[in-house]
């Protein structure tokens, strides 16, 4: 059984990895977002590195995380299949449809991604997201502290789901992770001829979501992501318009102060070509109503 983890990808059945993989698992860095096309073997990826993890870091807490137990146990059956595939190299003490204890005190733990299923667990060696851009945001923050002791890994790995949520706020931050972007005309297991029929039988929008790792604006949406960041500037100071039934320092709201209040919101809201009001977080933005 390798130690290197590119050999051990070969011992578990994955003869030839991609370049991407072979990068991703040779890497030893904290945080990494994979964004991936369909089909391009992320998961397979993740799943080699939950059991590397397990079996050579004894004691270690290995959490996967998906959006529904359906993931999940696709997840937890790629972990199995592997585990079986070496021989069961480290003895298994219980061996369950979603999680897998060894003797060296490692655990492997698949779940749905919901943030009551993971409150328990602390102390984590490796953390895996996956289709992390379809898990509801509160789950996202309530993992990370899971890692403040432990110092483990985090793995996010998604296929785009619009321009929103944790997958894509992180992605597009300028925080230090580790990022890999795989389209499907990368990935030498799908064939052009087959992208071409899938590019043909749906939606532009869709095709690019789903196989060139382009993030796009949801169907739902009203205003676009660019149409609401073009509302923003800083070019004027925010109009506090504050609420009538603020008291003032130092005593009781007077009749003159709400009507003076109720004038100044009147004419910023009028004036919504050339007024600058106060969004909630601080930032100012132009009235668009």
């Not at 964004?35 to 080699?48: E, F, L, P, W």
């Not at 290995?62 to 592997?82: D, H």
């Not at 190299?89 to 698949?110: D, W, Y």
């Not at 321009?163 to 499907?184: L, N």
């Amino acid at each position: 059984m390798a130690l290197d983890r590119v050999a051990f990808a070969e011992e578990v059945g994955i003869s030839y990895p991609d370049s991407w993989q072979a990068e991703l698992l040779c890497s030893n860095a904290r945080r990494v977002l994979l964004n991936c096309s369909r089909q391009s073997g992320k998961s397979t990826v993740a799943a080699i590195l939950a059991l590397h993890t397990a079996l050579y870091k004894p004691g270690s807490l290995v959490l996967v995380l998906a959006p529904a137990l359906r993931q999940s146990q696709e997840g937890f059956q790629k972990i199995a299949t592997f585990y079986r595939h070496l021989g069961r190299p480290v003895p298994a003490q219980a061996e369950r449809k979603l999680s897998l204890e060894l003797e060296n005190g490692s655990r492997v733990i698949t779940l749905p991604g919901t943030e009551k299923t993971i409150r328990g667990f602390s102390g984590a060696a490796l953390l895996i997201v996956d289709e992390a851009a379809r898990v509801d945001d509160g789950l996202y923050h309530a993992v990370r502290p899971m890692l403040a002791v432990s110092n483990g890994r985090l793995l996010m790995l998604s296929t785009p789901h619009g321009k929103r949520g944790v997958f894509y706020e992180e992605w597009t931050s300028r925080e230090s992770w580790e990022r890999f972007e795989i389209s499907a005309p990368e990935v030498p297991r799908i064939s052009p001829r087959f992208l071409e029929e899938e590019r043909r039988s749906m939606p532009e929008r869709v095709f690019r979501q789903e196989y060139l790792c382009s993030f796009e604006e949801t169907e739902d949406q009203v205003f676009g992501l660019t149409v609401i960041e073009r509302a923003f500037t800083d070019e004027y100071t925010p109009i506090d318009l504050g609420d009538d039934d603020e008291e003032p320092e130092g005593g009781e709201p007077t009749k003159e102060g709400a009507e003076a209040k109720r004038s100044h919101r009147r004419f910023a809201v009028g004036s919504s070509s050339s007024a600058a009001l106060s969004h909630p977080r601080g930032r100012s933005y132009w009235s668009l109503g």
